[in-house]
Each structure stands twice: as structure tokens, then as C-alpha cells.
């Protein structure tokens, strides 16, 4: 996934979830963060961060925050990357041999899950989901609260029921992790959701990205402890 008019900036302060102020070339200027997640190990004050400017000039804000260096780390917080970086991952064949079909945001039961995908003879459903938090080289999910996370959980666990194939799959927006494992702490339900989910035969994977200042791409896997 490439971005276009890339430009680094220095994160000033996040007045609410979906704005941030930048000081960029010398002036201060209002960015759209794409991530409603908190990311407050991230955000501070000083941190360079990469933001793409907007190419429709009747915007209410012009830039759009994609990532942000910790230290040397750059980490992409672009909460929309994670579905494409899977998408182009799945078609150059790195997790079926034979995709025949791939279809996003399809409703089964009560939910919407990102992708269906026919391949290998099988028909699975898909949830993605995009991991930022990063303690000590161990990745983290969620940073907050997410009922709508256990929900589709469930919702895949029903899927395996009925006959489908079923994966969680935690795109992790950087690289040079140790390993992935749910956030007991901050949501212990969600954490015990993924357990259910993995013994009732839901397939969890975790795949780190290669990120630049202008890209992020699916690197390799890694492991997953519960």
C-alpha cells in the first residue's frame, strides 16, 4: 500500500479523537487523525509523525495523520491500512494457494465481517483487525474497550458452527516485534473471547508490516500467545 504527498510533521496535541494539531514547515496546522483509537504511547508532544496531505482542496482539514515515529520505530496508525495490507497480501497468495473469490464487508448473522473469501475449497469469513500498541516488542489488542471486537469473535465462533472456515487476523502496523497477545488488562472479556474463539476453531494470526514513511506492507508472521 503506497501513499501519495507524504510530509513530516511534529505532533502538538489531540484535542479529540478525529483532530490533532501539527506544527508543520514552521506553521500550526489541523490534522485528521485516522485512528479513533488512543493511542496515547504514541501521541506526544514532539513526536514526528508522517501526515499525507489531502488532495481536495475544500477539506475541512488538509493532512491526514498516518504514522508516527517511537524513536526509531515508525509505527503506521492509518486504522484503514489494515484491510488493504491484508487484501494485497491475500492475492499475492500468502495465506491460500487457490482465491477464487474475495469479497469485503459481508453480513452473516447479526454481524459484518471484513472480507469472505472463497479458496482452497473453502468458505471463510474474515475479521481484520489493526494492532498499534507495542510494550517491551509485545503487540497488544485492543488499547481500549472494544465490544464490537468481542462481538465479531462470537460471531465467527457461529460461523465455524454453521460449516465456514473462520480467521481473526491482527495486522501489526510495524516491525521487530516479539510476539502478539490480547490486552487482559485493559479489556480481560475480549481477551477471553479470543481463548473461545481458538478452541471453537477459529483460525488467529498475527502478521507484522513493513512500514515506511510512505508505505505499509505485510512482512511475515508472528506468534500469537493466549
Request: aromatic share 10%; with cysteine; glycine share 6%.
Amino acid at each position: 500500500m503506497i501513499y501519495q504527498n507524504i510530509k513530516k510533521a511534529e505532533f502538538i496535541s489531540r484535542p479529540n479523537r478525529f483532530i490533532a494539531n501539527i506544527k508543520l514547515e514552521g506553521k500550526t496546522e489541523i490534522c485528521h487523525v485516522k485512528n479513533t483509537g488512543r493511542c496515547k504511547e504514541l501521541l506526544l508532544t514532539n513526536a514526528v509523525v508522517c501526515v499525507q496531505e489531502a488532495e481536495n482542496p475544500s477539506r475541512k482539514t488538509k493532512f491526514d495523520l498516518i504514522s508516527v515515529y517511537k524513536g526509531k520505530k515508525l509505527i503506521n496508525i492509518d486504522s484503514s491500512a489494515p484491510n488493504k495490507v491484508f487484501f494485497e497480501w491475500v492475492q499475492n497468495g500468502n495465506l491460500f494457494k487457490d482465491v477464487t473469490k474475495i469479497r469485503p464487508e459481508l453480513k452473516h448473522g447479526d454481524s459484518r465481517f471484513d472480507f469472505y473469501i472463497e479458496a482452497d475449497g473453502q468458505k471463510i469469513f474474515v475479521e481484520v483487525k489493526g494492532a498499534t500498541l507495542e510494550e517491551n516488542g509485545v503487540v497488544l489488542f485492543p488499547d481500549a474497550p472494544t465490544e464490537r471486537g468481542v462481538k465479531h469473535l462470537n460471531g465467527l465462533c457461529d460461523c465455524v458452527r454453521e460449516g465456514f472456515s473462520a480467521y481473526v487476523v491482527f495486522v501489526i502496523q510495524m516491525r521487530g516485534v516479539k510476539y502478539f497477545t490480547p490486552n487482559v488488562k485493559t479489556h480481560k472479556a475480549f481477551g477471553d473471547a479470543l481463548k473461545t474463539a481458538a478452541k471453537s476453531g477459529v483460525n488467529i494470526i498475527a502478521i507484522d508490516c513493513d512500514v515506511t514513511e510512505n508505505s505499509i506492507t505485510a512482512n511475515n508472521f508472528v506468534e500469537v500467545k493466549l
